[in-house]
């Protein structure tokens, strides 16, 4: 009897890691690193596999609505969130913030183009990538910054270093891993990525012009919503917080605008101008 209770509890415990289904992210790249750590450590945690889709947040929320499926939508700043929101493509109150980004130049280790502030990306014959801001948060809070920080001239300068629009963070980074580009503007934790080829340096504190965040909520496509809060409550918890501390995230605002030297606005939306929208 010992035995047949043994083993029966032995066959439970095996349906009940069974019937857990997989959970389904679509990802902004901007945690790309970090979230792919939690979603083993998650795995590993409870035994819940977790699918990650990665791209420009607002491509990853184009598949997700033309799908019709996913169980969370976790995007690299708060500009598509509000467009979920408003939409209607996610749970608003399930919404989480996990972690905390900042602006900066990001140029190959060792700087070797000398690139010390923003005006220096107008030098002639540079190459400059930013995200395309049609679809990658980073490349929309880029344009913001060039809008508020240069001349019409300027931003004319600036265009003819600019070489390409990549198509979501991990793309943004990896145009300076590869030597494809002399300098982008980007997240101050690329360089965490990839420590060996990226350096950052800082925009000064009145050209940076907000905090962005990476928020999560349930998607309302979700069959599965408890399980789905399960990996949101997993990343706002220490050993989820742990492991964006590794990149260098920041925890909360207040971290950030002391990276700055500022108190600066925190979230919200940018609308690009339409003449960004392409390159030209």
Same mark, same amino acid.
């Given at each position: 009897?010992?035995?047949? $209770?043994?083993?029966?509890? /032995?066959?439970?415990?095996?349906?009940?890691?069974?019937?857990?289904?997989?959970?389904?992210?679509?990802?902004?790249?901007?945690? =790309?690193?970090?979230?792919?750590?939690?979603?083993?450590?998650?795995?590993?945690?409870? *035994?819940?596999?977790?699918?990650?889709?990665?791209?420009?947040?607002?491509?990853?929320?184009?598949?997700?609505?033309?799908?019709? =499926?996913?169980?969370?939508?976790?995007?690299? $700043?708060?500009?598509?969130?509000?467009?979920?929101?408003?939409?209607?493509?996610?749970?608003?109150?399930?919404? =989480?913030?996990?972690?905390?980004?900042?602006?900066?130049?990001? /140029? &190959?280790?060792?700087?070797?183009?000398?690139?010390?502030?923003?005006?220096?990306?107008?030098?002639?014959?540079?190459?400059?990538?930013?995200?395309?801001?049609?679809?990658?948060?980073?490349?929309?809070?880029?344009?913001?910054?060039?809008?508020?920080?240069?001349?019409?001239?300027?931003?004319?300068?600036?265009?003819?270093?600019?070489?390409?629009? /990549?198509?979501?963070?991990?793309?943004?980074?990896?145009?300076?891993?590869?030597?494809?580009?002399?300098?982008?503007? *980007?997240?101050?934790?690329?360089?965490?990525?990839?420590?060996?080829?990226?350096?950052? /340096?800082?925009?000064?504190?009145?050209?940076? =012009?907000?905090?962005?965040?990476?928020?999560?909520?349930?998607?309302?496509? $979700?069959?599965? &919503?408890?399980?789905?809060?399960?990996?949101?409550?997993?990343?706002?918890?220490?050993?989820?917080?742990?492991?964006?501390?590794?990149?260098?995230?920041?925890?909360?605002?207040?971290?950030?605008?002391?990276?700055?030297?500022?108190?600066?606005?925190?979230?919200?939306?940018?609308?690009?101008?339409?003449?960004?929208?392409?390159?030209?």
């Amino acid at each position: 009897m010992r035995t047949t $209770s043994l083993l029966s509890g /032995v066959f439970l415990s095996l349906f009940s890691c069974l019937s857990q289904a997989d959970l389904l992210v679509y990802a902004g790249a901007a945690s =790309q690193p970090p979230t792919e750590d939690a979603a083993l450590a998650f795995e590993e945690k409870t *035994g819940i596999h977790v699918d990650l889709i990665f791209g420009g947040s607002g491509f990853v929320l184009s598949q997700m609505k033309l799908a019709k =499926q996913g169980d969370l939508y976790f995007p690299g $700043s708060s500009d598509y969130m509000e467009k979920a929101k408003r939409d209607g493509d996610v749970i608003a109150d399930t919404e =989480q913030r996990v972690v905390y980004l900042v602006n900066a130049i990001n /140029v &190959p280790a060792g700087n070797p183009k000398q690139i010390q502030t923003l005006r220096d990306l107008l030098k002639p014959g540079l190459r400059v990538a930013i995200a395309n801001p049609d679809g990658v948060c980073v490349g929309a809070y880029a344009i913001e910054i060039l809008e508020q920080s240069f001349s019409e001239d300027e931003r004319g300068a600036f265009r003819d270093n600019l070489v390409n629009y /990549v198509g979501s963070c991990a793309k943004t980074a990896s145009a300076i891993s590869l030597g494809a580009v002399d300098a982008v503007i *980007g997240w101050r934790v690329f360089e965490n990525w990839d420590p060996e080829r990226i350096e950052t /340096v800082p925009l000064k504190s009145e050209q940076v =012009q907000r905090i962005g965040y990476i928020p999560i909520a349930v998607s309302r496509y $979700s069959k599965q &919503p408890d399980t789905a809060q399960r990996f949101i409550d997993f990343l706002l918890s220490d050993e989820g917080q742990a492991i964006f501390q590794r990149y260098e995230y920041f925890p909360n605002a207040s971290a950030a605008a002391d990276w700055i030297g500022a108190e600066k606005p925190v979230g919200g939306e940018y609308v690009v101008p339409r003449d960004w929208l392409t390159p030209q």
